[in-house]
């Protein structure tokens, strides 16, 4: 331990009061106490002080953002899965454009903090923002390692609210489908309309039926959105469909988890009755392709996909959630038909089961979001059973209910 270290306070005319050390070797550090009183600005020094003498303390490193960023894309993107990788550009993206760090030491509990408030006010949801700072966390680890971050900072917690449901969404029934099959040349063609392409009736039914066929696809198989527009019929090295065993499977390489094992997994009946619609010699390529327009080439984004579903659910005035303080309408999406098969599923088949169904990490997901939304199913079946039992003197007690 070094006592020769003295720490002093300095006014440099500033908003914030300096700190000023000076080394044994006669060299001269400072830095700002970021404390506006005299007071407070002290009790920093002291604390500096203390880590100077015990050698605990680290200069912040001058390391850009950029630079950071530069080094991570060369040395851990190209590790990374596909998937992972989007996440992290997307982390990137957003936290340049609310916080606008310009140095990796600039990353603090406090712009952590920051951080989360612009999410909020951006409506993202407390899910969301977890999921943004544990990426952001991931690539700070790295920043830590080679030494361009002293430590990791504190990351908060996002869990502001009760636990409970969280989902801004429900199950649809089959009638609220029916009516987004209805709308979907309404939707898609209108989407089509610009003078290249062709109008041929026979090209715009083939758009139409892509689209409706994808929609079947959802609605029975419980996939998600990137899931299902990455589905194939013959590669190994995608998700792909198995139809050659007994029971018709659904095939994830290791590759494209973050277990890196493969994994099979079953689908249901009706979903495979619905593959098997497609003729053998036509099942080639990916499952599902929802058509742009004929003679283009390309494919939509997963993100085009994506809001042309939700233009769909509001055309067929599905509404899956209403705020209940401002009465903005939410319509039904993609992941509210994978909701609606979790909601058909969970009265049929346990929640483990369930659970390998919807491919949740955890079980408690599975319990929260669809076996517990059946409660009205259960107490139907409960009361179904309690009034069909002959057995007992019940018979006063149900006209008694009855009557209520």
Known sequence: MNETIKVHVINRGRKYLYLRAVCPDGKAIEKSSSCTTKKDANKAAGKWEAELREGRYKPASKVTWDDFWTRYDDEVMPGLADKTQSKALCVRAVAEQEMKPSRIADINASWISTFRKKLRERGCTEATIDGYVAHLS?????????????????????????????????????????????????????????????????????????????????????????????????????????????????????????????????????????LTETPPDQRRGRVFDPLRRLHAGGRLTNDRVTRLVATIGKAANVVVWTHPRTGAVKYASAHDLRRSFGFRWATRIMPAVLQRLMRHEQISTTMEFYVQINASATADAVWSAWNSDTSGDTQAQRAEITAE
Do not use: C
């Open 138 to 274: 991931s690539a700070l680890t790295r920043a830590v390692q080679w030494g361009m971050l002293r430590e990791l900072p504190n990351l908060g917690t996002g869990s502001r609210k009760a636990k409970g449901k969280r989902s801004k969404g429900r199950h649809i029934t089959t009638e609220e489908f029916e009516r987004m099959l209805a709308k979907v040349p309404d939707v898609i063609l209108h989407d089509q309309r610009n003078p290249r392409i062709n109008r041929d009736p026979a090209d715009s039914e083939r758009i139409v039926e892509s689209w409706r066929h994808y929609l079947r696809g959802l609605w029975l198989s419980g996939l998600r959105l990137g899931e299902s527009l990455e589905l194939y019929w013959d590669r190994d090295d995608r998700l792909r469909v198995d139809l050659s065993g007994r029971r018709p499977m659904l095939w994830i390489p290791g590759a494209l988890q973050k277990s890196g094992k493969d994994e099979i997994l079953p689908i249901t009946p009706d979903f495979a009755e619905f």
